[in-house]
């Protein structure tokens, strides 16, 4: 059964700095792609980045040059730094992992999520 943990959430001020890390278990390979989506209240949730077993990765427009995701597959573990953080980036955080070579079935997971506050 895959799993994905994440934590590194918290409260920072604005322009500070935080790193998110989400650790997968039960079998995920350099074949899933790995990303982090956001979803704040009243809105849909949204790509915030994604990153592929080879590396290849892909940020929303809002948060080029600000975010950074990365991975260490011996680890199984994907982290996202976060700099410049501003207000409107306040929102849960899950962390998500897709197989992108098995389309039937659709082996896609998600994190339970870890808030992240940007507040002074």
């Known amino acids: 059964q895959v799993q994905l943990m994440e934590s590194g959430g918290g409260l920072v001020q604005p322009g500070g700095s935080l790193t998110l890390s989400c650790a997968a278990s039960?079998?995920?390979?350099?074949?899933?792609?790995m990303g982090w989506y956001r979803q704040a209240p009243g809105k849909e949730r949204e790509l915030v980045a994604t990153?592929?077993?080879?590396?290849?990765?892909n940020y929303a427009e809002s948060v080029k040059g600000r975010f950074t995701i990365s991975r260490d597959n011996a680890k199984s573990t994907v982290y996202l730094q976060m700099n410049s953080l501003k207000p409107e980036d306040a929102a849960v955080y899950y962390c998500?992992?897709?197989?992108?070579?098995?389309?039937?079935?659709?082996?896609?997971?998600w994190g339970q999520g870890t808030q992240v506050t940007v507040s002074s």
């Open positions: 998500n992992a897709y197989n992108i070579y098995i389309v039937v079935p659709r082996l896609e997971y």
């Open positions: 039960g079998g995920i390979s350099s074949n899933y792609r």
């Open positions: 990153i592929t077993g080879g590396s290849s990765t």
